[in-house]
Antibody, heavy 120, light 108 residues
């Protein structure tokens, strides 16, 4: 059974960088589209981006200038960096395993999510 | 950018059929999927590629997608189905995922 677990600071200061790591267990990080999705408190889901095991990435156009997703296949981990954060970036951040088939994307395994608050 | 629109809320009586819609420009030309999210839990896919159910998802969940609208149908709705439901599609022009705003399903 594939499991994903997010880790990282729960509090980040404005203008600083949010950094999270997702550790994948119960399966290889090879193949699939490893994704980050966030959810502001009381609001809906927002897709952030994905990385393929080869290292190719795609990002939400609205966040593209501030986001980097990287992968470490030796550790079965992938990571998110979001730069120059503001209070609007306060959210529960989920990592997930994504599939892209025939130009359709869906995420079948999700982490439990981690709340990141942006505040001084 | 591509947008998906869902009704904020849908109510249904136990045992009845609930339908949740998701609208987007030529959505029928794309694959849609649906996630269920219960309070305090991570989302869970209940329908992918318009009509497919992952293993473990009850047969009462079904999906369709045509024209500008995708629909999640729950037949014989149970109290345990009360949750937020999100549709999601892939915007091939930007190679990015897009979520609908979510629909709160109330079973009363």
């Amino acid at each position: 059974q594939v499991q994903l677990q997010e880790s990282g600071p729960g509090l980040v200061k404005p203008s600083e960088t949010l950094s999270l790591t997702c550790t994948v267990s119960g399966g290889s990080i090879s193949s699939y589209y490893w994704s980050w999705i966030r959810q502001p408190p009381g609001k809906g889901l927002e897709w952030i981006g994905y990385i393929y095991h080869s290292g190719s990435t795609n990002y939400n156009p609205s966040l593209k200038s501030r986001v980097t997703i990287s992968v470490d296949t030796s550790k079965n981990q992938f990571s998110l960096k979001l730069y120059s954060v503001t209070a609007a970036d306060t959210a529960v951040y989920y990592c997930a395993r994504g599939h892209i088939e025939s130009s359709g994307y869906y995420a079948d395994y999700w982490g439990q999510g981690t709340l990141v608050t942006v505040s001084s | 950018s591509y947008e998906l629109t869902q009704p904020p809320s849908v109510s249904v009586s136990p045992g009845q059929t609930a339908s949740i819609t998701c609208s987007g420009d030529k959505l029928g030309d794309k694959y849609a999927c649906w996630y269920q999210q219960k309070p305090g839990q991570s989302p869970m896919v209940v329908i992918y590629q318009d009509i497919k159910r992952p293993s473990g998802i009850p047969e009462r969940f079904s999906g369709s997608n045509s024209g500008n609208t995708a629909t999640l149908t729950i037949r014989g709705t149970q109290a345990m189905d009360e949750a937020d439901y999100y549709c999601q599609a892939w915007d091939s022009s930007t190679a990015s995922g897009v979520f609908g705003g979510g629909t709160k399903l109330t079973v009363l």
